[in-house]
């Protein structure tokens, strides 16, 4: 059985086990993470590095998220080439802590381009 190669931005506490966890169950990675060398054990163990967020993804596949709050993953969905990448019927989980209107916006962004907002983490209650 062939896996789809996942995108995968955020390799801090939480986002590097899950990727271990995906290398270990056999799925291709392309990893991305603003501090580069947080990749470097993952590259050992057969992911790809990617230099920036766009670089993770692949037209119409699945990209994943793990980030620390709105600013930061509105920052990445809206940087070069990012959502024009991701492309129609492509997905994005984002497993950040949103708000409300932070997961909406990120949802309708999506939309203009074909492709799918996905957020399993918990929404943030409004201040």
Do not use: C
Not at 30 to 58: C, F, I, M, Q
Not at 86 to 98: E, I, N, R, Y
């Amino acid at each position: 059985m062939t896996k789809e190669t996942i995108g995968f931005i955020g390799l801090g506490n939480l986002g590097l086990p899950i990727v271990t966890n995906l290398l270990d169950s056999g799925y291709p990675l392309r990893v991305y993470n603003r501090t580069a060398s947080k990749g470097d054990a993952l590259l050992a163990r057969g992911a790809e590095r990617a230099t920036r967020p766009s670089d993770a993804l692949a037209t119409g596949g699945i990209v994943m998220t793990l980030l620390w709050d709105d600013a930061s993953v509105e920052s990445i969905v809206t940087s070069e080439d990012f959502l024009p990448r991701l492309g129609k019927d492509g997905v994005h989980v984002s497993m950040s802590t949103l708000s409300p209107a932070g997961s909406k916006a990120l949802a309708a962004l999506h939309t203009r381009y074909g492709s799918h907002f996905v957020e399993v983490a918990a929404t943030r209650l409004p201040d």
